[in-house]
């Protein structure tokens, strides 16, 4: 289990994390949702145990984040970490010297659904093509948390449920548990179980997504609204 006791973290003035708590549980999908700058990219580097916070404890499994919980999660930035040299198969065999969990199977199955190759140069492939890399990096590992920034940035709109929607019931591991941050909140709601929203670093709403929408009778995109207007008043 991911535990966030009271996480507070500023750069300079500005108060990135003002005192989030949150836990996400064994198999659970979280989206950790927020405007821009809400401080979605902040919380994952913590959990990641890339960023020190100034105040506040996070737990993975009751071991304190840190370097040495990195190897339980793979982290997904939101930004591209290749050399400009390398080839799709050059970051396969990257990830398969660099981790033991690594799933040569389901990386292979990962290469046909997203009708990858493996020759390709990541820098020259599209921003989608990218990001459709970047996603089978991540899901080929069996790692037990998956964290994921912007994942479907750059992916079209049709494909994008249809990933969502396979990350679920193809490539999940079981038990495993994801906290993915999203803009794209109507198409990739369909994989959540659970939804924290986020604004100016504080959590503003959190719940199980289906009972949200069945209680307010209202899409999950709707209800996000409704407190983001709510928070700015
Ligand atoms: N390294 C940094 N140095 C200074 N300020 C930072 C740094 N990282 C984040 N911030 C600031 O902290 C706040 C939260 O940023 P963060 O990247 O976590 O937001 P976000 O919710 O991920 O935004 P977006 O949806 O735009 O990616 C922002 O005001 C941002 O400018």
Do not use: C
């Not at 913590?46 to 916070?53: D, E, I, K, P, Y």
């Not at 793979?74 to 660099?98: F, G």
């Not at 590992?141 to 940035?153: G, S, W």
């Amino acid at each position: 289990m991911i535990r966030v006791d009271n996480a507070v973290k500023s750069f300079g003035n500005k108060k990135a994390l003002d005192g989030i708590s949150f836990t996400a549980g064994e198999g659970q999908i979280v989206g950790l949702l927020g405007s821009n700058g809400a401080g979605k990219s902040t919380m994952l580097k913590a959990v990641a145990g890339l960023l020190r916070l100034d105040q506040g404890l996070i737990t993975i499994d009751e071991k304190t984040a840190s370097l040495s919980t990195r190897g339980m999660l793979t982290y997904l930035p939101d930004v591209d970490v290749w050399y400009p040299w390398m080839k799709l198969s050059d970051a396969i065999q990257y990830m398969k010297d660099m981790y033991w969990d690594w799933d040569d199977k389901k990386a292979h199955h990962l290469l046909d659904f997203f009708k990858l190759r493996e020759d390709s140069l990541i820098q020259q492939a599209s921003k989608g093509t990218r990001a459709k890399m970047k996603l089978l990096l991540a899901l080929s590992r069996q790692a037990k948390y998956l964290l994921m920034d912007e994942p479907f940035t750059g992916i079209d709109p049709f494909a994008r449920q249809q990933i969502a929607q396979a990350i679920v019931e193809d490539f999940m591991e079981e038990g495993q548990t994801i906290i993915i941050t999203t803009h794209e909140i109507s198409e990739v709601e369909v994989m959540l179980d659970e939804v924290l929203f986020i604004h100016e670093g504080n959590l503003m709403l959190t719940g199980h997504v289906e009972t949200l929408k069945q209680e307010r009778n209202k899409s999950l995109i709707e209800i996000l609204k409704e407190e983001y207007d709510h928070a700015r008043v």
